[in-house]
């Protein structure tokens, strides 16, 4: 059994989907992985057939999850506040028209220019939607994912991330980057702080 807001992954590509929509024998889906995505229409015993068949799994949703305005920065909620009245005010009336490959960039055009945006936006901000639960909080954008979260990064001599604005002297420290080298270090216990900055040296 599927239901609409279900996500599945398929077990060959591990390429995850949303039902965002149902008809008697269709339904229509997007991939929540990809940069933007658009509904597609599929056949809903299809879906059925390969859930049997093991080739898609029912996961948990990635998205659903608890957001405390609080904890959210000034520009994400402007961002996400600046989104959703385009999505209830323009597209959701639209939502039956939108579905459909055909006639969908008409459409797209004619609630852009009623909105008073460009059609880019209204494609992404209807992606936004489709992909992450169809909520007001899937308008929010993916500032907390820009610094790669746990991905190492390539390094040089010169130290990552943003300089300190302490003084020593009139001088930067610079400090250093953590490379597998300073790592061991770090797990090898040290008997005194002298040795720790020679260490480092």
């Known amino acids: 059994m599927i239901y609409i807001n279900q996500v599945l992954q398929y077990t060959v590509d591990s390429k995850r989907i949303r039902i965002i ?8 889906i997007v991939d929540i992985d990809a940069i933007s995505s658009m509904p597609k229409k599929e056949l809903y015993s299809n879906l059925i057939e390969e859930i049997q068949q093991g080739e898609l799994l029912l996961i948990s949703d990635p998205f659903a999850k608890v957001i405390i305005d609080s904890e959210l920065s000034d520009l994400r909620i402007q961002k996400r506040d600046e989104g959703w009245p385009i999505i209830q005010h323009y597209c959701l009336e639209h939502m039956e028209a939108l579905l459909q490959k055909g006639g969908r960039e ?3 055009k004619e609630i852009a220019d009623e909105s008073g945006t460009s059609s880019t936006k209204i494609k992404k901000l209807l992606s936004r939607y489709w992909q992450r639960g169809m909520t007001k909080n899937a308008m ?3 500032y907390s994912n820009s610094g790669g979260k746990g991905k190492t990064k390539t390094l040089n001599k010169a130290k990552v991330g943003r300089p ?7 001088e930067y420290q610079t400090g250093i980057n953590i490379t597998d080298e300073v790592k061991v270090q770090f797990e090898t216990p040290l008997t005194s702080i002298t040795e720790l900055q020679i260490t480092i040296r």
């Open 21 to 28: 929509e149902m008809e008697e024998f269709h339904v229509f």
């Open 106 to 108: 008409k459409k797209i």
């Open 140 to 142: 929010l954008p993916d």
């Open 164 to 170: 300190r604005k302490v003084s020593i002297s009139n």
